[in-house]
Structures are given as C-alpha cells and as structure tokens.
C-alpha cells in the first residue's frame, strides 16, 4: 500500500519541529519526526491497524496515537493518506482537499 502525505501533514510535521527548535531543542522536534514517520510505516501492511477517529466514527479516517500527538489519516485500497499530525488536546479538523 502506497503512503502519501499531504501538504497538512507536512505542515504539521514541520511545525513540530520548529516548535521544538524556538524551545532551544531541536534534536527532540527531529526524534518526533523521525518516530511518526517510522510508525506510519507499518500502514503500508495494516493500514486499518489504527483506531478510528471517535470525533468522525468513519471506517476510512483513523489514527495512529504517538504522545502526545494524533496521527490522523484516510485509507482507500490501494493508499493511505497522512492528513494531519496533531497534539493530543487539540480539535480535530481535517482539510478540505486530501493532498
């Protein structure tokens, strides 16, 4: 199975980091990065092994959960798509276009 990441995800991946660099540790920001993304990996052999998304209750949009981040995505058959990459206490909005 394919992973893509949208631009969201993307953004929310390099806002990790840039928080972590303004609090003078940006090694912590990359170790975050690093670990999501490695754990995304296993999506591409059991894309439906993450929870869904209690606040949508849909079969297609689940997450991953790496305190204290949520990582939300969409599955279709052949692909998964990496939408957002939030903090936990944050409300959950998806984006209107998937890439």
Same mark, same amino acid.
């Given at each position: 199975?394919?992973?893509?990441?949208?631009?969201?995800?993307?953004?929310?991946?390099?806002?990790?980091?840039?928080?972590?660099?303004?609090?003078?540790? %940006? *090694?912590?920001? &990359?170790?975050?990065?690093?670990? $999501?993304?490695?754990?995304?990996? !296993?999506?591409?052999?059991?894309?439906?092994?993450?929870?869904?998304? %209690? *606040?949508?209750? &849909?079969?297609?949009?689940?997450? $991953?959960?790496?305190?204290?981040? !949520?990582?939300?995505?969409?599955?279709?058959?052949?692909?998964?798509?990496?939408?957002?990459?939030?903090?936990?206490?944050?409300?959950?909005?998806?984006?209107?276009?998937?890439?």
């Amino acid at each position: 199975m394919k992973i893509i990441i949208a631009r969201s995800a993307l953004n929310d991946l390099q806002e990790i980091k840039a928080y972590y660099l303004e609090q003078g540790a %940006p *090694e912590v920001g &990359q170790k975050f990065v690093n670990a $999501i993304l490695q754990n995304v990996q !296993r999506l591409r052999e059991h894309p439906d092994s993450g929870r869904k998304v %209690p *606040e949508f209750n &849909q079969d297609n949009i689940r997450e $991953i959960i790496h305190p204290p981040f !949520r990582v939300v995505y969409l599955c279709n058959t052949s692909s998964v798509y990496l939408v957002r990459v939030w903090r936990s206490e944050r409300s959950l909005l998806l984006p209107d276009e998937e890439t």
